[in-house]
């Protein structure tokens, strides 16, 4: 699986795996997965839009609380 929108300053922000993520997103750990390599089409735009994400020290994806508000702002078409 590789990511679509990588993001390496993710890093310096409040970063979090997947399982943390899917946590604090109250989604599945599949779900976040799914929204950094496929991503979904947003209802406004009719454009994709995927969850920035990085890879961390060990190689696991990793995400943020920022990266979650920028991806729920582009799904709404605010950005």
Sequence with gaps: MTIKHLN???IYEDS???PEAARAFKHGQTSVRRYITLGVRSPVTRERVYLEACYGPAGEMRTSFNAWRRFQERINGEV
């Design 16 to 18: 979090m795996g997947v």
């Design 8 to 10: 390496t300053s993710i």
